[in-house]
């Protein structure tokens, strides 16, 4: 998660949120119960003002 983790703060901190969301996905594509992956998904929801989907992300990655 760590190479992802990084790959994805880069692309937030250049409010490329589409690239984000896409980097992440790719990791949950492997590891679908990835609890930090799924924060991190969370997070880029926020990033792109798409609230709803950040929460159910947060949730999935609570109830793991």
Not at 8 to 28: G, I, K, N, P
Not at 39 to 51: E, F, P, R
Request: charged share 25%; hydrophobic share 45%.
């Amino acid at each position: 998660i760590e190479p992802v983790l990084a790959l994805t703060r880069s692309y937030l901190e250049l409010d490329r949120t589409d690239d984000a969301e896409r980097a992440v996905q790719r990791y949950l594509d492997k590891q679908p119960a990835n609890a930090a992956a799924l924060n991190l998904l969370g997070d880029v929801y926020i990033a792109a003002q798409k609230y709803p989907l950040a929460l159910s992300q947060f949730q999935k990655a609570i109830s793991l």
